[in-house]
């Protein structure tokens, strides 16, 4: 059973920076894919980011040039960092892991951004 736990989030002024963590606790993390989504209040759940086993990245339009997503396989962990954040990246963020023994997610970390 794989658990994902993001950390991170918190309360940031516009125009500021976080950076999200999501460990991930299985034993094939370097055969995931992973990425990050997000959801606002009344919003559909949308991809923000992913990155592949080989570290290709993709990144929502909404986000592009602000956020950057990365993994370490030794520590086993993604990351997503995020700058010049709006007020419109409010949200709940959650990780999501996809491999060989099915998707997973985690509990979600929330960031609010103040304007």
């Known amino acids: 059973q794989v658990q994902l736990v993001e950390s991170g989030g918190g309360l940031v002024q516009a125009g500021g920076s976080l950076r999200l963590s999501c460990l991930h606790s299985?034993?094939?993390?370097?055969?995931?894919?992973m990425a990050w989504y997000r959801q606002a209040p009344g919003k559909q759940r949308e991809r923000v980011a992913g990155?592949?086993?080989?570290?290709?990245?993709d990144y929502a339009d909404s986000v592009k040039g602000r956020f950057t997503i990365s993994r370490d396989n030794a520590k086993m962990s993604v990351y997503l960092q995020m700058t010049s954040l709006k007020p419109e990246d409010t949200a709940v963020y959650y990780c999501?892991?996809?491999?060989?023994?099915?998707?997973?997610w985690g509990q979600g970390t929330q960031v609010t951004v103040s304007s």
């Open positions: 990155i592949s086993r080989g570290s290709n990245t």
């Open positions: 999501q892991s996809s491999g060989p023994t099915g998707d997973y």
């Open positions: 299985g034993t094939f993390f370097r055969l995931n894919a």
